[in-house]
């Protein structure tokens, strides 16, 4: 992702150069995070790292899947966008290993234009629901891409759950609020906690899901432990990490980002290699690992499922 100019401005130079300094003297990485992050492009050595066994049992095998092949463990783990955790790919992998084991129980709440609102421990929030692998493309706005086995449920079966009333219109996420556990939050990189938001029938859509894991393993920090949303036909930055509200509303929540960069970053944000980016081309993506790149797709390849969504609708005007 990157950060408007504005804000750039108040980031103090010394913010990348202050994260070297930090593993240098944080010995139990070793640095191999941003090793692995400058070796991303050859795919070999991407291909040597190991997988870890799976640790969840009774994985439902999801519908959607698609069958190219995954991204390796290693590189989903550590060439990430966590802006709570730093501004570059490296330092999540660094910074958010042991998050968010401080923070149990992870408490979730469900509220606003709902008629079964609560608060929810993590375990019992996601336990009446059935998990699933889910292999999914992954399509950043900055012109990269990933294949990553999700496991996770429908974001549906939680809504319906909840009840939302005839008011609710949009559904909006937020990250959790912590800066003595998420460092990038003392900084005003973005207007903290980070919002998203989905319309309706965008957030009800089958292929949009909440996700607990990755590789058929629990999720880490540096992608969103405990818990985010998976959107695979919008830019990855719609896919929020480390939930800790969802709230019914009738107005267009403002993310976080639409309000850094209204120009940039608007609502909708679907995948379409028709409509550039003000300041760079979205036609082509790169595939971590891959070396040339690939042409895009519309909806990232997922128009079949959403297309009807946005009938009618100007994706030029509506970005
Ligand atoms: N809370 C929060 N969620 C976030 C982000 C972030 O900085 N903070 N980055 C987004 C962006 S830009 C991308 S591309 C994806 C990256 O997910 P991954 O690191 O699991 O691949 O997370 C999205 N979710
Ligand atoms: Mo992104």
Known sequence: MSIPKKRLGKM????????????????FIKGTAAIATASLLQSSLVRAAETPEPTFTNLVTGNYSTQESSTPFDAVTTYN????????????????????DKIKPWRVTIDGECDKPGEYDYDDLIRPFTLEERIYR????????????????????????????????????????????????????LDWPYVEGLRMDEAMNPLTLLSVGLYGRELLGQNGA????????KY??????????????????????????????????????????????QSRERR????????????NGYGDEVAHLYAGMDLKKYI
């Open 81 to 100: 966008n966590f802006y709570e955790f730093g501004i570059d790919k490296a330092s999540p992998a660094i910074l958010a290993a042991d998050f968010p």
């Open 236 to 281: 990855g930055f719609k896919s929020i990490k480390s939930i800790v509200n969802i709230r019914f509303v009738e107005t267009l929540p403002r993310s976080a980002w639409m309000k850094a960069g209204p120009r940039e970053y608007g609502f909708y944000s679907n995948v379409n290699p028709n409509v550039d980016h003000p300041r760079w081309s």
């Open 12 to 27: 103090p130079a010394g913010e990348i150069t202050d994260h070297k300094l930090y593993l240098n003297r944080r010995q």
């Open 138 to 189: 992954f399509r950043c706005v900055e012109g990269w891409s990933m294949v990553i086995p999700w496991v996770g449920f429908p974001l549906a079966d939680l809504i319906k759950r909840a009840q939302p009333n005839s008011k609710a219109k949009f559904v909006q996420f937020t990250t959790l609020y912590d800066p003595q556990q998420m460092p990038g939050q003392r900084r005003a990189v």
């Open 288 to 299: 971590i690992g891959e070396l040339l790149k690939r042409k895009t797709e519309l909806f």
């Open 226 to 233: 405990p818990i985010r949303l998976v959107v695979p036909w």
